[in-house]
């Protein structure tokens, strides 16, 4: 990859949901888990070409020591059918002069040397045979050779491209990974004047989690966010406004007791006001793009803990700043490749 794509890459990947809309958010969600099933499969895939390219090698070499092999011995027919050939046209023509000087009386040893001479025409054709076949299989194996020696420069190239392509990946990933543990970091040491029973800050699925304890917030059955929560948000929003490439998604989740009021249907109804309201004050208190930000509330059906206790309700209502870094641009550039 160039400089400059590196560049890119570091600087982009900083939020991985949508601007607006929760479906577009889930879809972009979906394609970091795509992305790192691939980044699996291709770890896999890779090994696989591994052992094939290794064992695609093995082959070739045996292909070319064979070559060699037939190389030699056609080379070695070749001269002995050469010989074969002078020796036979020796012997011919002395067989010729051998009958014009006898006036056609053929004795026993004219009879002998015809039997030579037919027994080494008979030996010439079976080396020319063997010629034939031994250059022919040469052929055969030449081809093979090419053909193998083609794949493995292909395999090769594929290797390579899935090589390049698996790094791409790990990069991506690793680089986002490490950009959220600083923004967690950051998130944490602007939210030290709060204590573990009000926040907490962690990560999760690769996201940056603010999860906030109702009483730090709202009050019982209210929407309406405390001095102190606007306080904690302000310090939020001041993390956001630096980090403009981080888009952020506000669940407002409340507890499964039964509720409603003359403005409220139910918890639903109100783990959405309270989402809204989070959000107004972060926009209130930093410059930040309301297209980054998405409410949503959950009512009672995320729960942190699903027993029916009195702390497991504390902990179910919550209002969590979900914080993700956008990857659209990191996934735009891997498919380039």
């Known amino acids: 990859m160039k400089k400059s794509n590196i560049i890119v890459v570091a600087l982009v990947v900083l939020g991985i949901f949508s601007c607006v809309p929760l479906k577009q958010f889930q879809d972009v969600q979906q394609r970091e888990i795509d992305n790192k099933e691939e980044l699996n499969r291709l770890q896999s895939d890779y090994r696989s070409m591994e052992v094939d390219n290794k064992e695609l090698k093995g082959e070739l070499e045996r292909l070319k020591e064979l070559v060699i092999g037939l190389e030699q011995d056609t080379l070695r027919l070749a001269k002995q059918n050469w010989a074969l050939k002078n020796r036979n046209k020796e012997l011919a023509a002395q067989y010729g002069e051998f009958v014009k000087n006898s006036s056609g009386n053929i004795s026993g040893e004219s ?42 420069a292909s395999m090769e190239g594929e290797l390579e491209n899935r090589n390049k392509r698996l790094y ?28 573990s029973d009000e926040l907490e800050v962690h990560i999760k699925n690769g996201k940056v989690y603010v999860s906030m304890e109702e009483k730090l917030l709202f009050k019982s059955g209210s929407y309406e966010v405390s001095a102190i929560g606007v306080g904690a948000l302000a310090k939020i929003a001041g993390v956001l406004e630096q980090k403009k490439d981080i888009n952020v998604l506000v669940e407002g989740h409340t507890d499964d007791v039964p509720y409603k009021s003359a403005v409220l249907l139910d918890n639903w109804d109100l783990s959405v006001k309270r989402a809204t309201s989070v959000t107004r004050i972060l926009l209130k208190n930093g410059n930040i793009s309301a297209s980054r930000i998405t409410a949503a509330g959950r009512g009672e059906f995320v729960p942190v803990d699903s027993t029916k206790t009195s702390e497991a309700r504390k902990k179910n209502r919550r209002t969590e700043i979900i914080l993700s870094p956008n990857l659209n641009q990191v996934f735009d550039l891997l498919d380039a490749n």
Request: aromatic share 2%.
């Open 168 to 195: 791409e990946l790990e990069r991506a990933l690793s680089e986002k990974d490490s950009l959220m543990n600083a923004l967690k970091n950051t998130v944490a040491n602007a939210l030290t004047d709060f204590g």
């Open 111 to 152: 009879k002998e040397l015809l039997e030579h001479l037919q027994s080494l025409h008979e030996q010439l054709q079976k080396r020319e045979d063997a010629l034939f076949r031994s250059e022919r299989e040469l052929a055969v194996k030449r081809e093979k050779l090419a053909s193998a020696s083609a794949n493995l």
